[in-house]
Structure formats: structure tokens, C-alpha cells
């Protein structure tokens, strides 16, 4: 059996390797406002040293694999290369970011060769939840390039004539609500949903949007990206800041209630721009920046008008969280109320 190669970001190495927490690593401008960036109090450390730091994780991971992945793991993956070991995480993010479905399908034999050796090496089960809901939404990338028929574009701001179904203005909904539909709800939802949707309902947001906890880390508290992105809500550093929590010693975005409140409280300020939930979630997902210029430059007034402007991996994002919201709760997004004043 020819051995397939376990692509793992060295990143991912970082948190479980270091004897105290190393700084959150910084993500590319995110939606929220920026605070201004503080002079380091730490010198830069020179590339040789951060070469000779990243040597030393890579041979961490492959210790760690031949210490601890099953024999059946072995025998169907080999540690990869460190090249493949680099390559994948730049892949990943750049299909993440870009515009091509078909670029993000491709990622699939990787991402799920990746999600396996997170699954067996221990202290990446936060990894794991981050990147098993990339895994979803690459997954369903393939299955929507498969369905795909060619439409007619609908004139920005016409809607077809007759009642329209719920949701129905949200690209692959249908896709996203079949997959879901009968999937089960994380394990700790009975303890977290409770607590998440009181914080949602107390920043005047509808309760049933907690839910979209479950496409950003499947409802685990501790998920983590790689890019430094964290938490039920995976709020990056820059935005958990500006949004008022501590990013360190404590981090409060692994807190359930506070983290809850400042998601909360940050998708009222995108609906109070954008005017609809599913806009208000491409946002939260793509940056203000991003979706804000899709709308100017295609003439557009809801999600559908701009889908295909944005990301690939916010164009799988949005109709997920209107699925799972349908799902748990029985409640269509475009339904739900906006934020109370």
C-alpha cells in the first residue's frame, strides 16, 4: 500500500511545544476596527533562529506521530516531508481566501490526511475542531462544484415573482441543509447552548444565532487556528481586543459567556452596516472591508448579489450557519428579527 503523506501545519506546533504561551500569532486585517499596534518589548528574533525553531518543531511532530499514531494510522499515512509539511498550511489559507471552489475541493486528500494525524497526536484536539470544520466546508465545496447547473443571473435588488421558500436568497442552502440535517449535535452542547444563547439574547441579538458557535469550532471552547484564531466564536486577537477581551493570561475568548457577548455584540454592529443576518455573517467571516466592496463594486443589496465575490471558504460559511441555525432550531435566518434597540 503506497503511503499517503500527513500534511501538518508547523504552526500548530507552536502552543503545545512551548513551555509557556508564545504570542498569538498575528492574522491578516480582520473585519473588526484595529486597534493601534504597541512597539514590542521583546527583540525580533533573526531568521536563523526562527529557521533553527521551526527545524525543531517539525522533528517534534514526527516524534510525536511515531510515538503515538495507532499502527492502523501508520500503516495507511507517512509523516510528511517537511516541504509538504509547510506547503499545506499556505495552501489551505490561500484556498480559504480566495474566490475558486475548485482550488478548495482540490485540498480535500490533504485536509483530511492533515485532520487524521491531528486526531491521534495528543494536545491537538483544539486544532482538530478548528480544522474538522474546514474539513466540512471543503467537503461541501466538492459536492456544490458536482451540483452545479448553470443559472441566470437575477438584476440586483429583483426578486422573482411568487413566494419565496426560507433562505432561498442564500446560495447552497439546499446543499448545506441536506448535510446537516442529520448530523449529530456536538457533545457538549446540552451544558454550552443554554449559557451562549442567554449572552446572545442579553446584547439584543437572537438567541438561535449562538448556534453558529457550531460552524466556527464545533462547540469547542478551546479551538484554535492556526492564523491565531480562537474560541467558540474563533475571534482573532486584534478583534477579541477591540471587541474588549483579554487576549492573554487570561485568554477570555476560551471563556463561553464572555466570548459569547462580544460575538454577540459584534454581529449587532455588522447588521447595524449591512441590514441583513446573512450579510452580517458573510462579515463576520470575510472582513467589513471585503464584503463592503463586493456590494459597491457589484451593484448588490443581499448575500446572493455577492456571493461569488467573496471568499470560497465565506461562500461555504454563510448557508452553513443558516442550515445549523434551521436545524437546531427550527428557525429560518432571514426570519429572525434584527437586534433589539
Same mark, same amino acid.
Given at each position: 500500500?503506497?503511503? %499517503?503523506?500527513?500534511?501538518? =501545519?508547523?504552526? =500548530?506546533?507552536?502552543?503545545?511545544?512551548?513551555?509557556?504561551? *508564545?504570542?498569538?500569532?498575528?492574522?491578516?486585517?480582520?473585519?473588526?476596527?484595529?486597534?493601534?499596534?504597541?512597539?514590542?518589548?521583546?527583540?525580533?528574533?533573526?531568521?536563523?533562529?526562527?529557521?533553527?525553531?521551526?527545524?525543531?518543531?517539525?522533528?517534534?511532530?514526527?516524534?510525536?506521530?511515531?510515538?503515538?499514531?495507532?499502527?492502523?494510522?501508520?500503516?495507511? &499515512?507517512?509523516?510528511?516531508?517537511?516541504?509538504?509539511?509547510?506547503?499545506?498550511?499556505?495552501?489551505?489559507?490561500?484556498?480559504?481566501?480566495?474566490? +475558486?471552489?475548485?482550488?478548495?475541493?482540490?485540498?480535500?486528500?490533504?485536509?483530511?490526511?492533515?485532520?487524521?494525524?491531528?486526531?491521534?497526536?495528543?494536545? &491537538?484536539?483544539? &486544532?482538530?475542531?478548528?480544522?474538522?470544520?474546514?474539513?466540512?466546508?471543503?467537503?461541501?465545496?466538492?459536492?456544490?462544484?458536482?451540483?452545479?447547473?448553470?443559472?441566470?443571473? #437575477?438584476?440586483?435588488?429583483?426578486?422573482? *415573482?411568487? $413566494?419565496?421558500?426560507?433562505? +432561498?436568497?442564500?446560495?447552497? &442552502?439546499?446543499?448545506?441543509?441536506?448535510? @446537516?440535517?442529520?448530523?449529530?449535535?456536538?457533545?457538549?452542547?446540552?451544558?454550552?447552548?443554554?449559557?451562549? #444563547? !442567554? !449572552?446572545? !439574547?442579553?446584547?439584543?441579538?437572537?438567541?438561535?444565532? $449562538?448556534?453558529? !458557535?457550531?460552524?466556527?469550532?464545533?462547540?469547542?471552547? +478551546?479551538?484554535?487556528?492556526?492564523?491565531?484564531?480562537?474560541?467558540?466564536?474563533?475571534?482573532?486577537?486584534?478583534?477579541?481586543?477591540?471587541?474588549?477581551?483579554?487576549?492573554?493570561? *487570561?485568554?477570555?475568548?476560551?471563556?463561553?459567556?464572555? +466570548?459569547?457577548?462580544?460575538?454577540?455584540?459584534?454581529?449587532?454592529?455588522?447588521?447595524?452596516?449591512?441590514?441583513?443576518?446573512?450579510?452580517?455573517?458573510?462579515?463576520?467571516?470575510?472582513?467589513?472591508? %471585503?464584503?463592503?466592496?463586493?456590494?459597491?463594486?457589484?451593484?448588490?443589496?443581499?448575500? $446572493?448579489?455577492?456571493?461569488?465575490?467573496?471568499?470560497?471558504?465565506?461562500?461555504?460559511?454563510?448557508?452553513?450557519? =443558516?442550515?445549523? @441555525?434551521? @436545524?437546531?432550531?427550527?428557525?429560518?435566518?432571514?426570519?429572525?428579527?434584527?437586534? #433589539?434597540?
Amino acid at each position: 500500500m503506497r503511503l %499517503r503523506p500527513i500534511p501538518v =501545519c508547523v504552526s =500548530c506546533l507552536v502552543v503545545t511545544a512551548a513551555a509557556e504561551p *508564545p504570542p498569538t500569532p498575528e492574522p491578516a486585517p480582520s473585519a473588526a476596527s484595529q486597534p493601534a499596534s504597541q512597539p514590542s518589548s521583546q527583540p525580533a528574533s533573526s531568521p536563523s533562529s526562527q529557521q533553527a525553531g521551526t527545524d525543531d518543531l517539525f522533528k517534534l511532530g514526527q516524534q510525536l506521530f511515531d510515538q503515538y499514531a495507532p499502527p492502523e494510522v501508520r500503516e495507511q &499515512y507517512a509523516f510528511p516531508t517537511k516541504e509538504q509539511w509547510d506547503g499545506f498550511a499556505v495552501r489551505l489559507q490561500h484556498a480559504l481566501d480566495g474566490n +475558486s471552489l475548485e482550488e478548495l475541493a482540490a485540498l480535500e486528500p490533504e485536509a483530511r490526511a492533515a485532520l487524521a494525524a491531528l486526531r491521534v497526536l495528543p494536545g &491537538y484536539e483544539d &486544532y482538530a475542531d478548528w480544522l474538522g470544520s474546514r474539513v466540512d466546508e471543503i467537503q461541501a465545496s466538492r459536492q456544490a462544484l458536482a451540483q452545479a447547473t448553470p443559472t441566470i443571473p #437575477r438584476p440586483p435588488g429583483v426578486q422573482p *415573482p411568487g $413566494a419565496r421558500p426560507p433562505n +432561498s436568497g442564500v446560495p447552497l &442552502y439546499p446543499l448545506w441543509l441536506a448535510r @446537516v440535517r442529520d448530523r449529530p449535535v456536538p457533545a457538549g452542547a446540552a451544558a454550552l447552548m443554554p449559557r451562549l #444563547r !442567554a !449572552a446572545f !439574547a442579553a446584547e439584543g441579538v437572537p438567541a438561535d444565532l $449562538a448556534w453558529l !458557535a457550531e460552524a466556527e469550532s464545533t462547540l469547542n471552547p +478551546s479551538a484554535r487556528s492556526p492564523a491565531g484564531a480562537m474560541g467558540l466564536f474563533q475571534l482573532t486577537p486584534d478583534t477579541a481586543r477591540a471587541l474588549g477581551l483579554r487576549t492573554f493570561l *487570561p485568554d477570555e475568548r476560551a471563556d463561553p459567556e464572555k +466570548s459569547a457577548r462580544a460575538a454577540a455584540h459584534y454581529l449587532r454592529t455588522l447588521y447595524a452596516r449591512f441590514g441583513s443576518w446573512p450579510l452580517a455573517l458573510a462579515a463576520y467571516n470575510a472582513g467589513e472591508g %471585503r464584503v463592503s466592496r463586493a456590494l459597491a463594486s457589484r451593484g448588490a443589496t443581499d448575500f $446572493a448579489g455577492v456571493a461569488s465575490a467573496l471568499p470560497a471558504e465565506t461562500r461555504m460559511y454563510v448557508p452553513k450557519v =443558516c442550515a445549523l @441555525v434551521a @436545524v437546531r432550531t427550527g428557525s429560518a435566518l432571514e426570519r429572525l428579527p434584527p437586534p #433589539r434597540a
